[in-house]
C-alpha cells in the first residue's frame, strides 16, 4: 500500500508538506519537538483534514473514502490512547477486528485465535483479565500495538511507540514491525532507533520537509546542528548505519543562578554551577 502526502496545508501546524511512503516500506518521520509530526500522521489516518492539499492510499483521496474502509486498511498506534480504561487488555486488543466484523459484531473462532496470537506477540497475554486502566505506560504500548497487529492493516501508523518501552522491548518492536512486510509509516525521537528501523527518513522542522531520503544521508552532523540545533559526532558503523553521539553532560554544568542552589552564585542574569554529586540543600 502505497501513501503519497501532496502539499498539504494545515492551520498554522504544516506547510506544503509532501512526502511518499512506498509500500511494504518503513518510512520514519523525525523532527524537533512541535514540528508537526503528530498533526501530519493525524492527516494521513483521516483524523483531521488538511486545509489544502491530498493525501493519496493507493491513489484514493483518504478523505473521498468511507471511515469504515480506510479504518480496514489503516492501524494506528497514538500517543493518546483512546480505549475505554475500564475494558480488559483482551478486549481492547480484540477491538481491533472491529472494521471487519459482520452485522452480528462476533469475533469467529480464527479472530479470537488472532486476538490471542497478537497478544502472545506482544508479550501481554498474561495481563489479558486485566482493566487496561492499571497498566504500566510500556504494557499499554504493547496492547495498543497487538490491537493494531490483529487489525491486519495494510498500513501501520505509529506516533512514538517506543516511548515507553525498555531497550529490550523497543528492539522487539522494531524487528517486528520491519518483519510484516505492511507499509510503515512511523515517528521516533530516538535517531538512533530510527536510522535502524526505518528505509527512509523524513524530517519536518516548523511544519515543512527540510530532508527525505535514506537514513544514511539524512542523520548527518549538519542536520542535527540545523534542525535540532545539538552538536553532536556522527559516525559510520560497519553495517553503515549511522552511530550518533549526543554532548551528554558529565558531572557539574552551569544552570542560572536563579535556579541553583547548593550555594552556587545568587543575583540573577549569572550562571550558577550545580555538582549532581552533592545532595540538594533542603
Ligand atoms: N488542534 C490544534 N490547534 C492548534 N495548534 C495545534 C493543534 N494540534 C497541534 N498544534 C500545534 O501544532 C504544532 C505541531 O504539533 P505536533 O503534535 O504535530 O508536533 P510533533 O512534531 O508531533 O511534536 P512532538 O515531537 O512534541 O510530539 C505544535 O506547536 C502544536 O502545539
Partial sequence: MNVEVQGVHWLHVLRDVSLTAGSGRVTGLIGPN?????SLLRCVYRRIRPDRGRVLIDGADVWRTPAR???RQVAVVAQDTPADLDDSVEHVVALGRIPHLGAL?????????LVAEAMETCEVTGLARRPF?????GERQRVQLARALVQQPRLLILDEPTNHLDPRHQVDLLRLVRALGVTVLVTLHDLQLAAAACDRLVVLDGGGVVADGPVAQVVTEDLLRAVYRVEAEVERGRDGLPRIFLPLPGPGGTVPAALARNGAAGGTGHAGTYDVSREPAS
Fill in 34 to 38: 512541535g514540528s508537526g509530526k503528530s
Fill in 69 to 71: 474502509e480506510v479504518a
Fill in 105 to 113: 459484531g462476533r469475533l469467529s473462532a480464527a479472530e479470537r485465535a
Fill in 133 to 137: 486502566a492499571t497498566l504500566s505506560g
